[in-house]
């Protein structure tokens, strides 16, 4: 390759949209918009790369218009089905779709860890655990690859709160980093393999993540091995010297303009190599670990006849359905649910937007549903995201799916614009159904755990006026409960893709038995998590803002047995219409443990159970780690032995000074339950000192 067609492989340039205006002229006329366009090399036969979003399917934010794609349920959702299968099967869908429209490489596989219940982005990543998000997110990874389309792994490291994020430094110890964040995306990487890894925003340790050489030469590249490249994400390239701490691409050009006003790895990279700054051995290491994604995942291979095969809206669907139908977690039920589909029942179906559709989380996940939005009302917000920040409505109404699934019920609507309006419809109604919604996106955090647009008044005035209430709430985070104790049923729906008002009003039919648990403790406020106040929340964009993560490896229900707290709701939970039961539980030991126990299903329905393994001491040291899962289909009566080995990594602690992981002699507990506060069996092996691994 000539060092021009060496160069022209690391930038990419993003597609017109109301951010960078019109169509850059690099990018050729018969492209298709996207989030990123890297010329192929026409002469040796190497593909362009063109990139899409694609936390929540393919995303379109104005690239191509009339485009769309199956909008999938919030990330959060795929979490709290505790479903690597699901995860696979989804990561395909979007694989297939994104060949279908000619896109190669997929921003997806966000692994980034829920430490603060405030954080915007959440819906997007997984859970608050390593174990599950890894799992998740890698299977997810391997989904996408597997249809020959290339997937990231984001954002690395600690991106976990928006507020400032370009000037956000995360302060963490290097060991407890390993064994929380960096585990997830370790096991990430295992799993799935990505052909690339993307960096995230925000500093670590003082140093920006994309110019990290710590994180991104001594952990990604040689302690772990990564063959894939790293780019950056969008705008977070400042200078050309990224490049010699590892990075090997920048990404959307553009947006470094707006923001630092430079392309960093167009003319001053050029510069830097010509003048000698640059080695020619990391050059042509930063092509090779690009060419080697291209062709180890295929898509130089692509087939001209067949991406439009593989599009099937149908079939995609229902895995959207089937993803919001595990997603939803049925947090508290006093026996109202499910409610009777046949019945003359007067149902009040208050707020939310129910009569139109369901809500989504803004920023680069929006994804555009076929025949569009349902509506979309604009909300903005200060900085880069602002323009996105608006509340967009999937068009699959809870209320019409309620009225399908119910045709004998009497079902009207309230907006809940007031309170005092939400509850003259609530009085003459023999049940009433409140759906709280909350925007939260990309680019900022919320100030608290608080519905918005007043409608806990609205929930308190309905629960008043009628004691037959039931809360849906559609949002991407736990949120406060004053009226908590006032209702009889609360359903924790997420943002549940464009099938969710099939899904929601399955599960309220019982047409659906709920077996969504909660992928992240709810506080019962914010006095209990690390940080009740968020540095930085209320400054002015561009604020240069540091977060003590002090908490360390403690992250969500870690941190609530350490302190010795009781969570609104913990990691784990959620309820269902039928119950279950575990027994006969028995480990064994080596360089790890395996445990092994019978579920029964001792109801009178058929459902889905999530036994969990945790570890609740280590010789000596009392700690609180999920070892393993298993999601359960079991039919009435019917019972399963379950076989679960720890990854040894969450029995041991890593040692930063000798770079390894250090298993201590003793005794080590475990216990199954169905929720990290409802632990039922227990046991202790014995293990020997160990230490393994980089």
């Not at 997420?494 to 038995?513: D, F, M, S």
């Not at 000596?620 to 080995?645: I, K, M, N, P, Q």
């Not at 000074?657 to 003793?666: D, N």
Request: net charge negative; glycine share 12%.
């Amino acid at each position: 390759m000539t060092d021009e067609e060496r160069f022209s492989l690391l930038v990419s340039f993003m597609g017109t949209n109301d951010v960078v205006g019109d169509r850059d002229e690099r990018i050729p006329e018969d492209v298709p918009m996207s989030a990123g366009y890297v010329p192929g090399v026409e002469r040796l036969g190497v593909p362009a790369l063109l990139m899409s979003d694609a936390s929540l399917g393919v995303t379109n934010p104005g690239y191509r218009p009339g485009d769309t794609a199956t909008a999938l349920p919030a990330a959060i959702a795929l979490g709290a089905s505790f479903n690597p299968e699901l995860a696979r099967s989804s990561g395909a869908m979007v694989g297939r779709e994104a060949r279908a429209r000619g896109l190669n490489v997929m921003l997806a596989g966000g692994v980034n860890l829920a430490r603060d219940p405030r954080n915007g982005r959440n819906f997007e990543y997984l859970s608050e655990d390593p174990l599950l998000s890894g799992v998740l997110a890698g299977e997810s990874i391997a989904g996408i690859q597997g249809e020959g389309v290339i997937s990231t792994a984001k954002h690395f490291s600690l991106n976990c709160n928006e507020t400032n994020r370009h000037w956000l430094d995360a302060i963490i110890d290097p060991a407890a980093h390993r064994e929380s964040d960096l585990l997830a995306f370790e096991i990430a990487i295992e799993r799935g393999q990505p052909g690339s890894v993307m960096t995230g925003y925000n500093k670590v340790n003082g140093v920006y993540a994309g110019a990290n050489r710590v994180l991104i030469e001594e952990i990604l590249k040689d302690a772990w091995g990564y063959p894939g490249w790293v780019m950056s994400d969008w705008g977070a390239t400042p200078t050309w010297d990224y490049a010699l701490a590892g990075l090997d691409q920048e990404s959307g050009a553009q947006i470094d303009v707006i923001m630092w006003d430079a392309e960093s790895f167009t003319e001053p990279l050029r510069k830097a190599f010509a003048d000698g700054e640059l080695p020619a051995e990391r050059l042509s290491e930063m092509v090779r670990r690009i060419l080697r994604s291209m062709y180890a995942i295929g898509i130089d291979a692509w087939d001209p006849g067949r991406p439009a095969a593989q599009d099937d809206p149908a079939a995609h669907h229902e895995i959207a359905l089937e993803g919001a139908r595990q997603g939803i977690v049925l947090l508290d039920n006093d026996g109202i649910l499910p409610l009777a589909s046949e019945t003359s029942t007067r149902i009040a179906v208050i707020g939310g937007y129910a009569e139109l559709g369901v809500p989504v989380g803004t920023g680069s996940s929006a994804v555009t549903p076929p025949g569009g939005y349902a509506a979309e009302v604009h909300i903005g917000g200060p900085g880069i995201m602002g323009s996105s920040r608006n509340l967009y409505l999937l068009p699959s109404s809870p209320m019409q799916e309620l009225g399908r699934l119910m045709p004998e019920a009497e079902i009207e609507f309230d907006p809940g614009m007031t309170p005092a309006e939400a509850a003259l419809l609530a009085r003459r109604s023999d049940v009433a159904i409140v759906f709280a919604i909350r925007v939260e996106g990309e680019g900022y955090d919320l100030p608290d755990l608080s519905l918005p647009w007043g409608q806990d008044a609205v929930i308190e005035a309905v629960a008043k006026a009628n004691p037959n209430t039931i809360v849906v709430l559609e949002t991407g985070n736990p949120v406060a409960m004053p009226w908590r104790e006032k209702v009889r049923a609360i359903v924790q729906a997420w943002y549940p893709g464009q099938a969710g008002g099939q899904a929601i009003a399955e599960v309220l039919t019982g047409a659906v038995n709920p077996s969504g648990r909660l992928p992240l403790s709810f506080p019962a406020d914010l006095d209990q998590t690390p940080r009740p106040e968020l540095p930085g929340l209320g400054t002015p964009w561009g604020t240069p803002t540091t977060i003590d993560y002090d908490e360390g490896a403690e992250i969500g229900y870690r941190w609530f047995a350490q302190q010795g707290a009781t969570p609104l709701y913990a990691f784990g939970h959620g309820l269902g219409y039928t119950s279950f039961e575990y027994g006969g539980l028995e480990v064994s030991a080596g360089e790890t443990i395996t445990a092994t126990f019978t579920v029964t299903n001792t109801g009178e329905r058929d459902g889905a159970d999530v036994p969990q393994l945790y570890l609740t001491s280590a010789a000596g040291d009392e700690r609180t780690r999920l070892l393993g899962f298993e999601r359960v289909e079991l039919g009435a009566g019917e019972s399963r032995s379950v076989t679960v080995t720890a990854d040894a990594r969450l029995l041991a602690r890593y040692d930063a000074g000798a770079g390894e992981w250090h298993v201590g002699a003793g005794v080590y507990r475990v216990m199954v339950g169905r929720a990290a506060d409802d632990l039922v069996l227990a046991a202790e092996a014995q293990l020997a000192e160990r230490r393994f691994g980089n």
